[in-house]
């Protein structure tokens, strides 16, 4: 039998959290033969709601599950952990400013940063949730030096697969044969979906997305503000944030970081960026990548054309300012 997987959710008192932590008991995240043992981590305040979630695993006698910590102490919540998914954070409130919201996350993850780097597994892979994804990697990644760059990321997969979604609907097809759209750079209203490089299988082999949907109006447009936008449209609806799409995202990206893409399929990622694709480099920015063996590698040599370049730009400049002024809270 395999040993088990230690998987840290941290904020599993909270929404996605609950959604969360049963795919993973299910094998969803690591696979139907894999073991696991969770640990969550939570606040003070939502002590006593984590120990309800805690009394619910119990109750739902999942095979996989051979463990479970629940706790509001950051060393114990990552001490030995194979992954962490940093779901907990803190949200901005009306009339707050974006500096003060900046500054609250930019505390939280510097401090959570040391404790995976003292007490986690040797290469533990880290996939960051919490808003702002992107530059409260980036702060983690800062602060926790000896965990490699590469085993830090964040979550655009939710926005990668909302992409697959309103293409699949607009062709009527089903969402298993699209395949290769990219998010790139920020999880925000920045973010570029990207179908120039996608493909959908058809009964006569696989077909661009732009042959098949020949409205480029549509495809240039309305395809992406509602995939920039669809996070707003979910909350408007439901009152509250997207949660079990960005749970079954967050067992995605990791399933495909430690189990590998399929031959021929990329998925998006944010990363430690190198400056592929004339990105900024030292920001964590959502890239196409294909896994094996564990890791991730940005694919390469994909053409940009100018309306594409625009937007890469644009949503690297904001990712350079959020750093900045993720930056600017530090000192
Ligand atoms: P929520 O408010 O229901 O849950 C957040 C939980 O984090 C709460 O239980 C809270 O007590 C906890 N928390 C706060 N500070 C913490 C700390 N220092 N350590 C540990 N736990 C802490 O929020 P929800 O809906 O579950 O969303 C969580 C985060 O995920 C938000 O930042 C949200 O914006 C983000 N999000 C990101 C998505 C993505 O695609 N990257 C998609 C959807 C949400």
Redesign the pocket.
């Known amino acids: 039998a395999k040993e088990p997987v230690r998987v840290l959710v941290?904020?599993?008192?909270?929404?996605?959290?609950?959604?969360l932590v049963p795919m993973i008991a299910r094998g969803v995240m690591l696979g139907a033969d894999q073991p696991v043992i969770l640990h969550m981590?939570?606040?003070p305040?939502?002590a006593e709601?984590?120990n309800g979630v805690k009394m619910e695993l119990v109750d739902a006698a999942f095979p996989l599950l051979k463990g479970v910590v629940a706790t509001?102490d950051?060393v114990e919540?990552c001490t030995g952990v194979n992954v962490a998914v940093m779901?907990?954070?803190?949200?901005?409130k009306e009339g707050m400013e974006r500096k003060d919201v900046m500054s609250k996350?930019v505390s939280?993850y510097k401090?959570?940063a040391s404790a995976l780097e003292q007490h986690a597994a040797p290469n533990c892979k880290v996939l960051?949730?919490?808003?702002?994804?992107n530059t409260?990697a980036l702060i983690l990644k800062e602060f926790a030096p000896s965990i490699p760059a590469k085993n830090i990321t964040?979550?655009?997969?939710?926005?990668h697969n909302r992409a697959l979604g309103q293409i699949s609907e607009k062709l009527n097809v089903q969402v298993s044969d699209v395949k290769n759209v990219i998010i790139w750079g920020n999880?925000s209203s920045t973010q570029y979906p990207d179908v120039n490089h996608a493909t959908v299988m058809t009964p006569s082999g696989e077909k661009p997305v732009r042959e098949l949907v020949k409205d480029d109006a549509w495809l240039n447009g309305e395809f992406i503000t509602t995939v920039q936008q669809r996070?707003a449209a979910i909350i408007k609806a439901r009152k509250?944030?997207?949660?079990l799409?960005?749970a079954s995202?967050?067992c995605d990206h990791i399933r495909d970081w430690v189990l590998g893409t399929p031959e021929g399929t990329w998925v998006s990622m944010?990363v430690y960026s190198d400056g592929s694709y004339n990105a900024p480099a030292g920001v964590i920015y959502s890239f196409p990548v294909t896994c094996k063996n564990g890791e991730w590698t940005i694919v390469q040599g994909l053409a940009i054309d100018e309306f594409s370049r625009k937007k890469l730009d644009l949503t690297g400049v904001e990712l350079t300012e959020e750093k900045e002024l993720a930056y600017s809270c530090l000192s």
Do not use: E, K, M
């Open positions: 941290t904020g599993a008192a909270g929404q996605i959290g609950y959604a981590l939570d606040i305040p939502a709601a984590l509001t950051a919540a779901v907990g954070g803190f949200p901005r996350n939280i401090s959570q960051v949730v919490a808003n702002p994804a409260n964040c979550l655009t997969r939710l926005d999880h996070g509250l944030s997207s949660a799409s960005a995202a967050a944010g």
